[in-house]
């Protein structure tokens, strides 16, 4: 038995760590812990309720928008707040946005380096890399003279001995399997898509003022206005700059990412057989299209069990909870029972080894993580339990997606319980979305044309419109998965704040029975040919899009006193 | 001269020309506030220049400015300067993982002692032992007192990273504190903060660097001049509405679609220093108060403490009103940082007096 601990784990969000058990060439059991916390619930505390989503959105620059999108629906929920359509369409816009940049920028350039062997492209033969580059898109930048300079440019890297970012890594590894014109490929449009990430995030500066971190979200609605007839509002001309954006994203998505998708997953479906996780797939759903408390939802909501694609169940909220028997927290009634967000109750408790150290104490608590569990069962949440439940429930145009993906790598639906499945599932989810998403241009277009100019609701801005007491609830599908904000209210300040976030969800550590999280769940049984170069791990964990300052919150808002337990 | 050539057909590879590349430096050179002829001193430096190494280490963090830097502009030629760092050691971009990851930053930091640069992003939690923040089982501040001692200079990228930011808010639960802070004794740390920080303005400052071998004036909170010298409020396109007394008194309503002033729903831009106005944002492409919303004060200390809540306008100023002459709102804005720099930097002194290594964010309001 072989102790495999990657710590730190590269190209992710945050920091996390994972210790393995390796055997026989197999992952026997693994443990994720998340080693960095902050305490943002603490600091909440006592704060303007609608400053929160300023606070909140700095859990993660990554998925910059999506604690602040949970955030302001979490309050309006609790103060009786309703944002007016146009509120809803520039938020819309703003999500889809982020879902689609995200998960480009996770496929080539956190994810990629796992399948792609960058020192195996030097060895590519241009005129070839074209011909298959041709073969797969349409895509312009395709021609020999094309990949030969790129080739150079990586070569040159090489001579310097400064391989900068590149260096050190498992390259050479029996696991990687692309031939050296796929590589080349791979990454000539690892070096593209920077380019493209950096154009398309424009939408969010037109809208939010900035990224990362955009600006414009407010408790009732948005503070970006809009008017056709005035420079300083979003008007026709910043909605054709939108779409000319949008056209740039669907042409990349259609044109690259997706064909290049297709191409590494044909050489890797073994991958489809490794990585299944706890099979159990928990969605809010996402995109409210219409008015009123339960608008229709693009992505719908669902929970699915088993793996069982026959049966969506319906979301109940009240079925979640959240364990710390081995996470570094404390319980006022004991460790091993699960609570409720709203009954949130917590404390930093840290019984880990003292820094330095070699192995953490796996049989105690093991990470910053709290383990959430919906009725009692670990659950996965993102793209692949989205494209799941939307699948299961019938959504047309996830179906059709997912259909086409099936059909052109020659397998069946089961092929998605997997590590694969986890990175077709977000292609699938990058497909939809982008042929969407320029709807909510038209519909705010429409609106603007007929002279709704509303972009929040005011009624509700003062807190003195506010009950004494109040309490709410806003979830969001973030790239990475079903969030949840959970706040209340007292005498117009925030009295407790609860987070139940995707990373969380995935990464958690065990519970009181013993339950893996889904990383952990994972794990399990992957093949690990070399423990000393574990890139089969990176594989599996990088397929969920680990975010793990996204993952760790919890606070007790009551308590402000910090208990450390320091392990003797 | 191979240096140069390599640089040159870097640059012609990625599309840019030889004077497309000497117009970004002239661009520079405006960013620096140099006269027009650094331009070309400021090209022949960077042509020139060997790789330099760069660390950039990430502790209690979003990974905001690592996402700013990736959206680097001044199209393609910015992310060639950036590209003529060898960034060896970065965790959210870099392919190696675990142990060898960590054996890259080590050895650069053992072979290239004393000459390579270290950015860190996000505060360092002193609370717990480190264990608020450990990588490869070692704490966050064993690993930047190892990495910056050893290097040329810190760049604290961002607001956590130079003062502490987020996690170090009321009641500051980890015991955060910016890398100055963290590190009194550490030498040649410059402070870039914001939230996260403009990518044009870090791409001024390591083209400053590498153009002059040195880094350029710096306030008294360490931060680069020619980024914050200046308020927003000073260069802000809406300014002449405050000064026409011409203000957004409710969402979406007629002065917000025209563009008034922001001042009365909470705008931070009078006691914030930092150059948004002029460089914006991705690319130019807007700004915060462009798009609508207030200022929140990001780039300054303690933001989150001192320019909360958000939405009140600028609390407690005695006789401010729309009659009130503007000179006043200066004064009291200056009156206000002034106060603010003070506390910190006598809770500076009183930590070095009392010798803890755990100083509270309480102690400071």
Redesign the interface.
Known sequence: MTHV???????????L?IEAEVEGGMVRDAWSSS??????E??LKG??P??AW??AQ?????C?TVHAIASIRAVENAVGAVPPPNARLLRNLIMATQMVQDHVVHFY??HA?DWVD?VSALSADPAKTSALAESISDWPLSSASYFT?VR??VK?FVE?G?L???????WGHPAYKLPPEANLMAVAHYLEA??W??EI??I??????????L??F?V??M?????PD????INMGSLQGIRELLAKARDFVHRVYIPDVLAVASFYKDWAAHGAGVGNYLVYGEYPEGEGQEPNLFLPAGILRNRDLSKVEPVDTSKISEYVTHS?FAYDGGDDKGLHPTAGETR?N?T???????RLDTAGKYSWLKAPRYDGVAMEVGPLSRMLVAYASGQPQVKAAVDFVLQKLGVGAGALFSTLGRIAARAIETLVLVDHVETYVDELADNMGRGD????D?SK?EPSTWPREASGAGFHEAPRGALGHWVHIRDGVIANYQIVVPSTWNAGPRDASGQRGPYESALLETPVADPEQ?VEI?RTIHSFDPCM?CGVHV?DAKR?E?A?V?AS | MAERD?FLS?LQ?RGVSRREFVGFCSVMASALALPAAAGARIAEAIASKQ?PTLIWL???????????F????RP?VA?VVLDT????Y???????????????RDKTARDKKGTYLVIVEGSI?M?????????????AI?IAREVCEGAAATIAIGTCAAFG???A??????S?LGVSDALPHLKHVINLPA??ANPENLCALIVYFLTFNRWPPLDALRRPLFAHGKTIHDNCERRAHFDAGQYVE???DEG????YCLYKMGCKGPVTSQNCPNVR???G?????????PC?GCAEPDF?DTM?????HLPNVPGFGLHTPVDKVGLWATAGVATAFAAHGLVQIGKRWLGSDEPTKEARS
């Open positions: 601990v990657v710590d730190p784990v590269t190209r992710i969000e945050g920091h760590r080693t960095m916390f902050r305490g943002i603490i600091i704060r303007d609608r400053d300023a606070f700095r859990i993660c620059g990554v910059t350039h956190l380096l960058i300079g150079d440019r040159g310097r400064q900068g970012p590149f260096a050190n890594a498992y920077l380019d990430q950096r995030i424009k969010h500066a037109v809208l939010g003022g900035k990224n990362p971190h600006q414009s407010l009732g609605g503070a970006t206005p809009v008017d005035k420079q300083a509002s570094w930093p840290y880990g080894p003292k820094p330095p150290y070699d100019l509303s972009i929040a005011t801005w574990p990176l300052a606070v402000r910090l450390y320091r | 390599w870097e590879h790789k990430e502790f209690q963090d979003c990974a905001g400015n690592t996402e700013s990736l959206r680097a502009e393609t992310e760092l060898s960034v060896d970065h965790e959210t971009i870099m392919a190696a993982a675990g142990a060898r990851a960590e054996e890259l939690p609370g717990a032992d480190g264990a608020y923040c450990t990588i490869g089982g070692r704490s064993d930011g987020l996690p808010a009321a009641p500051n639960p980890t955060a939230c996260p409710l969402w979406g917000h679609r025209t563009g944002w991705n690319g492409t807007n700004w915060p108060i462009g798009c609508g919303h929140i989150w909360t809540p958000f939405y009140s």
